[in-house]
């Protein structure tokens, strides 16, 4: 069974950072789209960035493109989802999911964790 767990979060001021992990078990990362999504209170989830595994090749939502950077380690299996100049609109539970290639589509993406909550203050 494929399994993706979110970790990272935390509290943190408007304008600071946090990288957050992605821990991936069950399946090798080559030919995988691994994707990062959050869920504001109140809000529907949103994709925000997602990395395909065997070239790198990464897209970003509007709204953190320039802000957030998606990377993968291979090696570890693991993804991760670097978060700079923080809002507090990003106040959000982070999640981690994989696709078998890269989709728009959230029902693609499988292995969902319990996600890791992120709070930005003003």
């Known amino acids: 069974e494929v399994q993706l767990q979110a970790s990272g979060g935390g509290l943190v001021q408007a304008g600071g950072s946090l990288r957050l992990s992605c821990a991936v078990s069950?399946?090798?990362?080559?030919?995988?789209?691994i994707a990062w999504f959050r869920q504001a209170p109140g809000k529907e989830r949103e994709g925000i960035a997602c990395i395909v595994s065997d070239n790198d090749d990464t897209v970003y939502s509007d709204s953190v493109k320039g802000r957030f950077t998606i990377a993968s380690d291979n090696a570890k299996n693991t993804g991760y989802l670097q978060i700079d100049s923080l809002k507090p609109d990003d106040t959000a539970v982070y999640y981690c999911?994989?696709?078998?290639?890269?989709?728009?589509?959230?029902?693609?993406?499988?292995?969902w964790g319990q996600g890791t909550l992120v709070t930005v203050s003003s």
């Open positions: 069950g399946l090798t990362f080559g030919n995988s789209a």
């Open positions: 999911a994989f696709a078998t290639s890269y989709s728009t589509r959230e029902s693609d993406y499988k292995g």
